[in-house]
Structure formats: structure tokens, C-alpha cells
């Protein structure tokens, strides 16, 4: 009987093993989702609309919502208007990559705060010259260096805006103990 018993609680313990150990994968593969899919989505996104598909001439419906919600502006200013926008968003497209790609590094790599952002700011710097080159290659559209320079102004400004919240934390300093600077 107790042989029974012995069997019986080791069966349970093996499946029980079994279940933790497939809800750590699930874990993982959610935390490595909840890291790396919003700095990847927006990559896919830059480079996707860095073609044909986001040249003025396509990416239409801008330019006809600023016409219906300003009825008394000139054709001319809606287009000055429509192109400064699209500055604002490179800027802002940036600067949220930026984020994404240290927010990834840091919290879920692990890296120190200096090697997240320079990491971050190296691979902006490489998908917005790689989104300017491509927008070269085609006729609707122009890679200037001026553009490259308003993308890396986006990630340099959110990099100032986020280095204070980036201070190490260590889970096994005491509560009253000073940490070290980076």
C-alpha cells in the first residue's frame, strides 16, 4: 500500500514538473513578446513605409483629412502644413523607436544603462540611414542626410528624456544602501 501511495505522489510530481516547466517557456516566449515585439513592429513599420508606399504622391489620406478639417487653407498651405507633420512624425517615430529598442535592451537583455542607450541610438542610426537609402533608390521619393540627422534628433531627445529613468536596480542591495553611479 504505501508502494502505492510512493507511485502515486511521484506520478503527481512528474506531471506537476511537467506543467511548470511548459508554463516557463510560455513565460518566456511572453517576455521575450512583451520586449521585443513593440521595437520590432516599429522597424517593420519604417522600413515598410521607406518605399514607394509612403511617398507623398501614395500616402494620400494626410493630406485629405487636413483638407476637410481646414476648408479655408490653400491647397499650398495644407501641403506646407502636411509636410511639416511628416517631419513631426519622423521625429516622434524615432523617438519611440528609441525607447523600444532600450526599454527591450535594458529590462529584458539587462544590459547596463550606457550600453542600452548607445545600442539603441547605434540601431536607429542604422535603420534611419538604411530607410533614407532605400528612399533614394526610388523616384517619388528623396534620402537626404538632413533626414537621417531630424531621426537621430528624435532618438537624441528621447534618450535625454528617458536617462533618469534608467537608474540600475540591484534586487539584492538592502533598502537603506547606496547604490553605485553607472
Known amino acids: 500500500m504505501n508502494r502505492l501511495?510512493?507511485?502515486?505522489?511521484?506520478?503527481?510530481n512528474s506531471i506537476t514538473q511537467k506543467k511548470s516547466?511548459?508554463?516557463?517557456?510560455?513565460?518566456?516566449?511572453?517576455?521575450?513578446c512583451y520586449y521585443w515585439l513593440p521595437p520590432l513592429v516599429i522597424t517593420a513599420g519604417v522600413i515598410i513605409m521607406a518605399g514607394?508606399?509612403?511617398?507623398?504622391?501614395?500616402?494620400?489620406?494626410?493630406?485629405?483629412?487636413?483638407?476637410?478639417?481646414?476648408?479655408?487653407?490653400?491647397?499650398?498651405?495644407i501641403m506646407s502644413l502636411y509636410m511639416t507633420l511628416r517631419q513631426v512624425g519622423h521625429f516622434m517615430v524615432y523617438g519611440a523607436l528609441f525607447i523600444a529598442y532600450v526599454r527591450a535592451w535594458r529590462w529584458h537583455i539587462q544590459l547596463s544603462r550606457l550600453k542600452s542607450i548607445?545600442?539603441?541610438?547605434?540601431?536607429?542610426?542604422?535603420?534611419?540611414?538604411?530607410d533614407?537609402?532605400?528612399q533614394a533608390l526610388h523616384n517619388s521619393r528623396s534620402g537626404r542626410f538632413e533626414d537621417v540627422l531630424l531621426d537621430m534628433s528624435?532618438?537624441?531627445?528621447?534618450?535625454?528624456?528617458?536617462?533618469?529613468?534608467?537608474?540600475?536596480?540591484?534586487?539584492?542591495?538592502?533598502?537603506?544602501a547606496p547604490?553605485?553611479?553607472d
Not at 516547466?21 to 521575450?32: H, M, T, V
Not at 507623398?56 to 499650398?76: A, N
Request: aromatic share 14%.
Open 154 to 176: 528624435g532618438a537624441l531627445a528621447a534618450a535625454l528624456a528617458m536617462f533618469p529613468f534608467l537608474r540600475e536596480r540591484r534586487p539584492q542591495e538592502k533598502a537603506g
Open 179 to 181: 547604490s553605485e553611479p
Open 118 to 130: 548607445f545600442l539603441a541610438l547605434g540601431i536607429c542610426f542604422l535603420i534611419s540611414a538604411g
Open 5 to 12: 501511495i510512493s507511485l502515486m505522489v511521484n506520478f503527481n
Open 52 to 77: 514607394d508606399m509612403g511617398s507623398v504622391t501614395h500616402f494620400r489620406w494626410p493630406v485629405v483629412m487636413l483638407q476637410y478639417l481646414l476648408p479655408t487653407y490653400s491647397k499650398k498651405e
Open 21 to 32: 516547466s511548459n508554463l516557463l517557456w510560455l513565460g518566456k516566449i511572453f517576455s521575450f
Open 132 to 134: 533614407e537609402g532605400v
